[in-house]
């Protein structure tokens, strides 16, 4: 195994406890590169009970000097910060050399349970990579990511999570003059598929076979002793890929950019940008401004996940098997695995989302079904879900007012009713796991917006502050929080969300 993955040091009194593998990882995995200066830093927010679960010493700080540490003017002790090197399939073109161009790991700490996460700042100053970008991030993409990715999380879908946010004071260019800001996102790793295609298009096998080593001992631990290790390290990120993806379809999450870049090696959601929660129910359904040919569509999501696995496949295929037919074989199986596992994934999520227990084939066309049905209707997805939950207890007025055509709902729910009489559930019970599949708030992206525009606009962050104490617990009736429920009225509709990099 490798030893470049070592246990965390002991040291007292550190804000962080900081134990920094990456960087003792030689370039070109990573090039050390301290953060921007700023003007005038200011704390947005701080995830408190985060920095607890990291361990991170800051009871008692003031908002000044957290300002300070997560705009990386004050570098804290044990933090050795750099730029990560990586490659990626942008809208399937392949980029050889991308990398953090806005983004710096500070370090990495072992969480409360053991495990290790790194802390990075992102649009925290040119790197290397930045090729021609500024290497600074606005405010708005900055808030959004701080909500959805707590969403994420509080809906139990695995993603990096949001410890902070800090207004800099300074102006950033984009179509217009926007205030600067930087976010500290927290993840299991930033490793991506684009970084082992960083190697691979180098041609660089040993970096490759050590990358490969260095992922096992982080994310995969005990699949060192496999026989082929490399290939059940293949296997593993397909399966946790399809169990992801599963979970986005459940909740109507359209990721927006899945370049290859964009999508982790240990199973995490990443990089929130044009990202958007459906409203209304279209499979069709494309949020990002830069996809002109809906890639990244709602439906689309799974295959291009393959595809990008296949991008993985393709790259450890020096590290697989020295004979080369042997290896695109292995790779191939790994990948065309992936379609029998989302499968499956999928079939179990969203039978949990009708009250289905012990989901089987037979239920694929039912839930499929309900989907039309939905499709049809122009229905809500959130909305139509959680109304779902009193129809198992027998009142279906809920769902049909997320109807334009409620004798739909009728006549599949004929079928339903009699799946659910083979289900070994009482009503109750029924209803209440129901509850905890089909979320009450999730993010919308006119929400978001609106937070948005209230804190860009007005300096006014009451909002956004508001929001994230909503989509916290996102699977509770809480009345009080019922206007994040609603979909948005016609004049509220966000078509596009810009990328505002
Ligand atoms: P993203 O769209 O955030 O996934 O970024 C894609 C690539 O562009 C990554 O290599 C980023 O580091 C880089 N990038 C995005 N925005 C900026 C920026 N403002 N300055 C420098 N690099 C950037
Ligand atoms: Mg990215």
């Not at 408190?48 to 705009?71: H, M």
């Not at 037919?325 to 790994?334: P, R």
């Not at 929080?481 to 509220?492: V, Y």
């Amino acid at each position: 195994m490798t030893s470049d993955v070592r246990p965390a040091a002991d040291e007292a009194r550190r804000i962080f406890s900081f134990d920094n593998s990456y960087a003792r990882l030689p370039a070109p995995f990573q090039l050390p590169q301290r953060p921007a200066a700023v003007s005038a830093p200011k704390l947005i927010a701080f995830n408190r009970p985060l920095a607890a679960e990291l361990g991170i010493d800051l009871e008692g700080a003031s908002d000044q000097r957290l300002a300070a540490i997560f705009s990386g003017q004050e570098i804290a002790e044990g933090a050795q910060p750099l730029a990560m090197a990586y490659a990626g399939h942008q809208f399937g073109q392949f980029v050889p050399q991308l990398g953090d161009g806005r983004a710096i790991l500070l370090g990495e700490v072992i969480d409360r349970n053991g495990e290790r996460r790194d802390i990075q700042l992102k649009g925290g100053g040119q790197t290397p990579f930045s090729r021609r970008g500024d290497g600074r991030a606005a405010l708005g993409p900055v808030l959004r990511e701080y909500i959805v990715s707590e969403a994420m999380v509080a809906l139990g879908i695995p993603s990096t999570r949001a410890l902070a946010a800090v207004l800099t004071g300074d102006p950033v260019y984009r179509e217009t003059a926007l205030p600067g800001a930087v976010f500290t996102r927290v993840a299991a790793s930033h490793i991506r598929v684009g970084t082992f295609q960083f190697f691979a298009a180098r041609g660089d096998h040993e970096a490759l076979r050590r990358l490969a080593d260095y992922v096992i001992a982080r994310h995969y631990p005990g699949l060192e002793h496999q026989e082929n290790s490399h290939l059940a390290l293949l296997k593993a990120i397909v399966t946790r890929q399809a169990e992801l993806i599963a979970h986005w379809m459940a909740v109507g999450f359209i990721h927006g950019v899945m370049n290859t870049d964009n999508m982790t090696v240990s199973g995490e959601t990443i990089d929130f940008g044009p990202c958007a929660f459906m409203d209304t129910y279209d499979p069709a359904k494309v949020f990002s401004s830069i996809d002109q040919f809906g890639r990244y569509a709602y439906r689309n999501q799974p295959a291009v996940a393959q595809w990008n696995l296949a991008r993985l496949a393709e790259a450890m295929l020096p590290i697989l098997d020295s004979d080369i037919d042997a290896a695109v074989e292995m790779a191939n199986g790994a990948v065309i695995d992936f379609a029998q596992l989302y499968q499956a994934a999928w079939l179990k999520r969203m039978g949990a989302k009708i009250g289905v227990l012990n989901p089987e084939e037979g239920d694929r066309p039912l839930i499929e079904g309900l989907l039309d049905v939905m499709a049809q209707g122009g229905a809500d997805f959130t909305l139509t879900f959680r109304a779902l939950c009193a129809a198992a207890e027998g009142d279906d007025a809920p769902v049909h007012a997320c109807l334009a055509d409620p004798s739909a709902f009728d006549a599949w729910a004929g079928a339903w009713r009699e799946r659910l009489g083979r289900d070994a559930q009482t009503p109750t019970a029924r209803a209440e796991a129901m509850r905890h599949a089909n979320p009450y708030i999730i993010p919308r992206n006119h929400r978001i917006e609106q937070a948005i525009v209230s804190a860009v606009s007005t300096a006014d962050f009451a909002p956004f502050e508001r929001m994230v104490e909503a989509v916290a617990k996102p699977y509770e009736t809480r009345d009080a929080f019922a206007e994040f429920t609603t979909p948005p009225q016609e004049d509220e509709v966000v078509l596009r969300t810009f990328c505002g990099t």
